[in-house]
DNA sequence: AATGAATGAGGCTTCATTCAT
DNA sequence: TATGAATGAAGCCTCATTCAT
């Protein structure tokens, strides 16, 4: 009954994989779960998907390109410290909208660290990437070495990264918001050192 | 049959949990596989431990101490951001010493999210803590404002959970090396502009 | 694969449980050997019934309407005396029809006096119930305290019961016709001196 | 510690046994468990006992012996009527006083059925000879048949089993005490009858 | 005589997956 | 396209028993 095309299930079931990942962990992201999650049954899943690893696969490509929208989707600006700023202000409210999709996340990327090793690092690099290509688009016209944009990627990462653990962690938004104030603020006093620092090179 | 008393036995069992948890994740953290890593088989598992959970439990109250051990253990310093930074390489130092502690650190605190909500959250709280009486100590004779102390306790620990991500992640102990003293520079240049900006307050 | 509904299936499991408790008793009564007298596989019986417990709890039920089913199917009778004997006569029968039957039934309440209290007694006390108002109606138009109605529902049981610890231990089925017989004589001398004692009641 | 002879254990294991069996029944009474109630360990178990199945065999010696006890410890009477009245009565008492004794009884004849056949039908085969053999010297100047003394054997012992799976099911004292006054009626008027009837034989 | 430590077998249950309709 | 039915593997845990001290 409902007859659904298969294109439209297969979002339904990388949806209800987000969700379910997020309320129990990968491992108990079981096809049974996922199935009622996304009102289907456990039959149909394997319908669309040969496998449950499979459907993993597609919530990967799913979350890697949610980040590349939240990235390249942040307001162009033409300055280092602000795309840099704006860019994880971005990352962070994307966290604190959608903490199921912060939850799967982290738990997808620790799990294809054990399993898989490649992919999760794929999905960070890609992510890295995207931040680095906007952070030396934005500093086109600055002298800022390569360096500082690595650092400055890595820095905004490590302080995403920080950021989601004591979000999930404790699960209070207006305390989240406030400490996305105080990252964006570290984020800015340790540029404006390091640029202070660096422009010799130039 | 070796005869190794439990309470050694337990050791073994709490280290080998430890090192399972960090190889295949909380739920891929079998009976079977900690016994075969702990050198014992199942049965004697459930000797050592009513069940899997009163395990679990004794890797928790490990992980714990571990962590006050590290941030107590930590030089004393006498003024806050010297405090800070050597709290912060502390931590980071334990985390590259030994990846499967972090990795397992990791895994439980987000199960015991999902789980069962306080135990997880009671490690990281009990770390905060720690953290923050080492920073007040460290700032007994200097005006700073409780604020300042709880935003570098919480920034401190974004950092250092954001390293932590990373260096899961990547698993690269000279990068993580460079990017410890990264981030330590981020923590000294954003305490400086705080304390800058507070000291007002006294 | 047979392909068989799970509604017959879990009759198949009942039966196959009735079975597997005689021959083994309760605690013997595995998942695995219910199943493979039931001709299925272990998994099956889940996918029927979530825990083993539910599947006692059919059986239960079970029994209970089969005792309804004797009791009442009885033919009916003006008497007190001829209701009685008969219907001591129909659960002997049916007790010696199906040894299974007896057993898993002595087995079922034994087991549930020590594991539930209730609901062992609960089977018992429908029994007791239901015989008790097959007597009322019987002796609808004689002037029967409901004092006699009780004892005799009481000697009732006490020689059913008997007989069936007899014939379980020996199972000798030639024998045990000729034990009916002289339970009923049992019954009906007993009834008939209760009976010339209590009328001056009336 | 407290080097209590061997003979000593055992009689404390079988009490033990007895008062397991009665409690958690056959398949409950574990190895663990009997220790425990015996505040001894499961190793000395092994030590008085080479299995399980040795120890229930001593279990079944004593519940036999208390059989003989109470059955040739009834006053001695010189009519069959009285003779059989204070057996029976005699029983019941012994089952109302040690309802551990009763149960853990019910549960071996039925478990023994299950397992070995033989043995459980040796402690009823015993009982039985033990009564015949007492009506039989109570009615030794009468003109009682065979066929008479077997009968009123078989009648007690079904009114005395007959007790025992309602008293135990109920467990309610004052209940069952009156239960053995009409008990002993039925015995009484069946007897009276059978006798008044089968005298031509004499 | 006594007891901690050790173990293989088997208990119930859940899983991902496949088959048949 | 859709779904009930089926299954082997593996999960945690408990058992009776034996070993070593």
Redesign the interface.
Known sequence: MARIPVAQRRRDFIEAAVEVIA??????ATTRRIAEQAKANVAMLHYCYDSKEDLFADVYTFVAGKYREVIEGSDPHTTLPDAAREILRGVMECYLDSPSFTAAT??L???A??QHGDR??AV?DQAFETVRKALQEASAGDPVTPEVID?AT??L??????????W????DASVAQA?ME??C??LD??L???LAAAPAKA
């Open positions: 309320a129990h962990g990968i491992d108990g982290f738990e990327v620790n799990w660290r054990r999760g690092i960070y650092e890595y820095v990462a490590t302080l995403a990264d920080g950021f989601g653990v004591n999930l962690t404790y699960g400490q105080v990252n603020s570290v006093s340790w404006a050192t390091r």
